[in-house]
């Protein structure tokens, strides 16, 4: 099972900060890479962050790079999702996902889904 947690609230002024969280439970996420989805009304679901389960490198679409942080601790079983200098086309809902040792962009490849969580980018 695979939880998303927000801190932070639903909806962000432009240029602000947020936390997205995301809990795996069921499962230890050590030997998993996990990544980060959004997809927005009427758009396709975009990866915009992976994190490699061993090295922990990490990939980052050009849309966010810069801007947002993805992040692991094993010990918790979380992967971490800091948003920093959102704008309004982040408005979007969130997906965490997992899979098997190496990270992919293409959002077929994971396993394991978290439920979404909307974030809202709007003055």
């Known amino acids: 099972q695979v939880q998303l947690v927000k801190s932070g609230g639903d909806l962000v002024q432009p240029g602000g900060s947020l936390r997205l969280s995301c809990v795996v439970s069921?499962?230890?996420?050590?030997?998993?890479?996990a990544g980060w989805f959004r997809q927005a009304p009427g758009q396709e679901r975009e990866d915009i962050a992976c994190i490699n389960s061993t090295d922990r490198s990490t990939y980052y679409a050009d849309s966010v790079n810069g801007r947002f942080t993805i992040s692991r601790d094993n010990a918790k079983n979380t992967v971490y999702l800091q948003m920093n200098r959102l704008k309004p086309e982040d408005t979007a809902v969130y997906y965490c996902a997992a899979k098997y040792y190496r990270p992919s962009t293409n959002s077929d490849d994971y396993d394991y889904w978290g439920q979404g969580t909307q974030v809202t980018v709007s003055s």
């Open positions: 069921g499962f230890s996420l050590d030997y998993y890479a």
